[in-house]
């Protein structure tokens, strides 16, 4: 929502936009320490004897929590530790399942439902549901990808689990104002 869209009902329209601007910091910090945790990751797989090296593996993933805790902290989320904890299950949960076919993806889809999770929810209703939505379609997109263009399918895990959470909030948030 920006300035031209008008009030919106028992909002404060500032307290929004530093919302919005808070999400998209978050966004953006929690993409570049997401991309160099699955540099190494991807490393882990891609050994020249072809073997797997676990100390590549380890370092990505030590680094998703911190992913999951920018997303949580300068967005401002009121229930930030809670959420962060229930975003690592989630994580592991859903780069366990995805990463059967396609590791890297595996993982960059746990950042993305991971990041659904902790990023705090703009103020209006049915957040979650497009949320969710637009995880799915990032799981679909990004293994698409994957299997037919190897390397824009690692650039895809690199850069958009994150941004895929955040236009869904746009989205919602535009609809809102759209809505009569």
């Given at each position: 929502?920006?300035?031209s869209?008008?009030?919106?009902?028992?909002?404060?329209?500032?307290?929004?936009?530093?919302?919005?601007?808070?999400?998209?910091?978050?966004?953006?910090?929690?993409?570049?320490?997401?991309a160099?945790g699955?540099?190494?990751?991807?490393?882990?797989?891609?050994?020249?004897?072809?073997?797997?090296?676990?100390?590549?593996?380890?370092?990505?993933?030590a680094?998703a929590?911190?992913?999951?805790?920018?997303?949580?902290?300068?967005?401002?989320?009121?229930?930030?530790p809670?959420?962060?904890v229930?975003?690592?299950?989630?994580f592991?949960?859903?780069?366990?399942?995805v990463?059967?076919?396609?590791?890297?993806h595996?993982?960059a889809?746990?950042f993305?439902?991971?990041?659904?999770?902790t990023?705090?929810?703009?103020?209006?209703?049915?957040v979650?549901?497009?949320r969710?939505w637009?995880?799915?379609?990032?799981?679909v997109?990004?293994?698409?990808?994957?299997?037919?263009?190897?390397?824009?399918?690692?650039i895809?895990?690199?850069?958009?689990p994150?941004?895929?959470v955040g236009?869904?909030?746009?989205?919602?948030e535009?609809?809102?104002?759209?809505?009569?």
């Open positions: 929502m920006v300035p869209d008008g009030p919106v009902v028992g909002v404060d329209h500032r307290e929004v936009i530093a919302s919005r601007r808070r999400r998209w910091v978050a966004i953006g910090i929690a993409t570049v320490v997401m160099f699955m540099v190494n990751y991807a490393a882990a797989f891609t050994g020249p004897d072809g073997g797997f090296r676990p100390a590549y593996a380890g370092i990505g993933l680094l929590p911190f992913v999951l805790v920018i997303c949580g902290f300068v967005t401002h989320h009121p229930q930030a809670r959420r962060v229930i975003a690592m299950v989630v592991v949960i859903i780069a366990l399942s990463g059967l076919l396609d590791p890297l595996g993982a889809t746990g993305a439902a991971g990041g659904a999770i990023l705090r929810e703009p103020p209006v209703e049915r979650a549901r497009w969710a637009f995880v799915g379609s990032y799981a997109y990004g293994l698409v990808v994957a299997v037919l263009a190897a390397p824009a399918g690692v895809v895990a690199l850069t958009l994150l941004v895929f236009v869904a909030d746009e989205f919602v535009w609809w809102a104002t759209r809505s009569p």
